[in-house]
């Protein structure tokens, strides 16, 4: 699925303001098969759980998901919150 089409999409339904939460993943070369049990349990259960969701296995180019959030928050009164993995300090784990 190319970007502008996901983003096409993913415009139209948040627009339409029937979800409680919007979960908006950026990871480059993440796929959906990374999405297992073992590695983010968690998001995988909500993801599972969603009464409806978008998913691209496979895509290319480019998603503005700045412009969906925002979209989210001026349309529907969602509040934002942004994670950069790469931003967050190690943690060591002391077993």
């Known amino acids: 699925?190319?970007?502008?089409?996901?983003?096409?999409?993913?415009?139209?339904?948040?627009?339409?303001?029937?979800?409680?939460?919007?979960?908006?993943?950026?990871?480059?070369?993440?796929?959906?098969?990374?999405?297992?049990?073992?590695?983010?349990?968690?998001?995988?259960?909500?993801?599972?759980?969603?009464?409806?969701?978008?998913?691209a296995d496979y895509g290319h180019g480019e998603v503005d998901l700045e412009d969906i959030s925002e979209l989210a928050k001026e349309r529907c009164g969602a509040q934002s919150f942004s994670v950069d993995a790469r931003r967050m300090p190690c943690q060591k784990s002391t077993i």
């Open 1 to 55: 699925m190319s970007g502008e089409h996901f983003h096409t999409i993913a415009r139209q339904i948040v627009s339409q303001c029937a979800s409680q939460v919007y979960v908006l993943v950026h990871q480059p070369g993440l796929h959906v098969t990374d999405f297992t049990s073992n590695t983010v349990p968690y998001l995988r259960s909500v993801v599972k759980n969603a009464v409806s969701r978008i998913t």
